[in-house]
């Protein structure tokens, strides 16, 4: 859906997209052409080169803590010029039930945590998504826009 608005506002943008799921990845190869298309962990992800926007929504909450560190050396890797983190936010880390499960679901400061670990990247906006908005309702989530220096 975000590469979709995104190619709305952009149409000459070229896109790529990792996917673990294979049926959301045949619904992105709708989008986005197929060899664009990394059907895959991000776990095992190697990027082929950097993107002027690393978009990450929904992503880094899933991911296990121990595993953190990996991904985001991958995206300060994959980010030529922007990084946008869209991801629920806790000041401190925390884990949440997610459909019965106590190891699926994190919430943290991820974008203070790419901040420290990354000098080059420089936050230059951010917000706040409220469930109850009434022109684009989702979840209520963070967003954090880097650029790198």
């Given amino acids: ?33 197929p060899e664009n298309v990394f059907e895959m ?8 080169k950097t993107f002027d926007l690393v978009l990450v929504k929904g992503l880094l909450i899933h991911i296990n803590p121990e595993h953190l560190a990996h991904v985001y050396d991958l995206l300060n890797m994959s980010t030529g010029r922007h990084l946008l983190v869209c991801e629920y936010y806790n000041p401190t880390p925390t884990h949440v039930s997610y459909r019965g499960h106590n190891d699926r679901l994190f919430k943290r400061d991820f974008c203070g945590e790419i901040l420290d670990l990354y000098p080059a990247l420089n936050l230059i906006d951010y917000g706040f998504i409220y469930h109850r908005d009434n022109n684009f309702p989702q979840d209520d989530i963070t967003w954090s826009l880097m650029e790198k220096r």
């Fill in 1 to 33: 859906m975000n590469l979709r608005a995104l190619k709305i506002l952009f149409p000459e943008q070229r896109q790529f997209g990792v996917e673990i799921n294979a049926q959301a990845a045949a619904e992105l190869r709708k989008v986005v052409p």
């Fill in 41 to 48: 962990s991000i776990l095992d992800f190697t990027p082929p």
